[in-house]
């Protein structure tokens, strides 16, 4: 009764891990296969019966096996075993990324007790975290472009705006009546429309004069001389 028991156990499990929407594998305590689903099979290129009675390193490549070993001990000193495979793409299949956990059966003893492997399919989801990297990559090397590119142009960007601001402080010192009547008002009109033109060229001027002068650079020239009234250049 006992025999039987036990016997129906064993279905049982059998048929949740055939169930198990993923990767099974279950190793022995001399790392020879018990048990192996019909997925993890097809990715390694066997047949089940080609995998069940063998030892792990007649199965797998030694760099595998190595890695597995590794991961059986930590799961065996009781810690976490959570790692990611991959595995190149075939003639029948596409590359597959796996999330692979390591869990030791339950046993009085976890040095002798069977450890089960569990494989999750996460590629889609590793090709998007690689996309994701790579667009971050990329956006910080553009960003890195543009930062060159306008620390290589603010000295010829600035010179024709310093020389603006330049004549506008001489113009606004010179003598009244130097200019001639109504001369004034148009140069200051004159000039305003410059730095209008300058200050619309995408805010760059104003970026990089507010840089320099440290905060909000300003020019006001009198419409007339000895007025309070002022056009604000920049």
């Known amino acids: 009764l006992a025999l039987q028991s036990l016997r129906d156990s064993?279905?049982?499990?059998?048929a949740l891990m055939d169930a198990f929407p993923?990767?099974?594998?279950?190793?022995?305590?001399?790392?020879?296969?018990?048990?192996?689903?019909?997925?993890?099979?097809?990715?390694?290129?066997?047949?089940?019966t080609d995998i069940v009675?063998?030892?792990?390193r007649d199965v797998l490549?030694?760099?595998?096996?190595?890695?597995n070993l590794q991961e059986m001990a930590r799961a065996r000193r009781g810690q976490a075993s959570?790692?990611?495979r991959s595995y190149a793409a075939t003639g029948q299949r596409g590359a597959v990324d796996l999330q692979v956990t390591h869990v030791v059966g339950a046993g009085a003893d976890?040095?002798?007790?069977?450890?089960?492997?569990?494989?999750?399919?996460?590629?889609?989801?590793?090709?998007?975290e690689?996309?994701?990297?790579?667009?971050?990559?990329?956006?910080?090397?553009a960003n890195q472009a543009k930062t060159r590119f306008l620390a290589a142009i603010s000295h010829d960007l600035l010179q024709p705006v310093h020389a603006l601001l330049l004549l506008a402080s001489l113009s606004r010192d010179l003598p009244e009546g130097l200019l001639g009547e109504g001369r004034y008002d148009h140069e200051a009109t004159l000039f305003a429309a410059v730095a209008k033109t300058l200050s619309s060229s995408k805010g760059l001027p104003n970026t990089f004069l507010a840089s320099e002068?440290?905060?909000?650079?300003?020019?006001?020239?009198?419409?007339?001389?000895?007025?309070?009234?002022?056009?604000?250049?920049?």
């Open 61 to 67: 490549d030694e760099e595998r096996y190595q890695a």
């Open 53 to 56: 009675g063998r030892h792990m």
């Open 110 to 128: 976890p040095a002798r007790a069977a450890v089960y492997v569990f494989g999750v399919d996460i590629t889609d989801r590793a090709r998007a």
């Open 213 to 234: 002068l440290g905060g909000r650079p300003r020019v006001v020239m009198p419409v007339a001389p000895g007025s309070t009234r002022g056009v604000i250049l920049l």
């Open 82 to 84: 959570v790692s990611v």
């Open 10 to 14: 064993d279905r049982a499990q059998k």
């Open 22 to 48: 993923g990767y099974v594998a279950v190793v022995d305590a001399e790392c020879v296969y018990t048990y192996a689903n019909e997925r993890l099979a097809q990715l390694l290129g066997f047949r089940v």
């Open 130 to 141: 690689a996309a994701l990297l790579l667009a971050k990559e990329e956006a910080e090397r």
